[in-house]
């Protein structure tokens, strides 16, 4: 089957394709939204709060994580994004980068919006990272949809599919 069939389009050298950036958020916008109602239960909203107040938690955490979604990937394309999807390299780099941009702003957020501003709390089933002290799951959830959402991106792009 040719590229153009399957909708990937060669850029030029410096380019990157929008196949991917589309392809990408079509995983990172319902998997986190799937995640936050996954993982409400392991804050307190989930005991304490209205119905109303846990949807609208609910979906406007999964509008914050699109904005981080979106702005770690910007700026891991701005450093090392040159022919990204298509060159290997660049594509583990920006991976590498967009995962640790996503991962250092949702512990910044975590610590920020539990320990200063109080604004939500953990309950007692949310599993604690010790030497971080935040929880296991916005950690793992800025691991793993990503590394999923990076993987469906790519995957048009590279040599495997591509045989």
């Not at 040719?2 to 990408?24: E, F, H, K, N, W």
């Not at 996954?38 to 509008?63: D, K, Q, R, S």
């Amino acid at each position: 089957m040719s590229d153009i069939a399957i909708g990937v389009m060669q850029s030029a050298p410096d380019g990157i394709s929008l196949t991917a950036l589309r392809r990408y958020f079509l995983v990172i916008i319902p998997a986190n939204l799937i995640w936050e109602f996954a993982h409400l239960p392991l804050y307190t909203i989930w005991n304490e709060g209205t119905w109303g107040e846990i949807i609208f938690a609910a979906v406007h955490c999964t509008g914050g994580d699109i904005l981080i979604a979106m702005s770690a990937l910007m700026l891991a394309l701005m450093l090392t994004g040159r022919s990204w999807p298509f060159v290997n390299p660049t594509r583990r780099s920006v991976t590498v980068l967009t995962v640790v941009f996503g991962l250092g702003y949702t512990l910044f957020s975590e610590w920020l919006n539990i320990v200063i501003r109080a604004a939500w709390a953990y309950s007692d089933l949310m599993p604690i990272i010790p030497v971080l002290d935040a929880g296991l799951s916005p950690v793992l959830q800025w691991i793993v949809i990503p590394l999923i959402a990076f993987w469906w991106a790519a995957r048009p792009f590279s040599a495997e599919h591509k045989a």
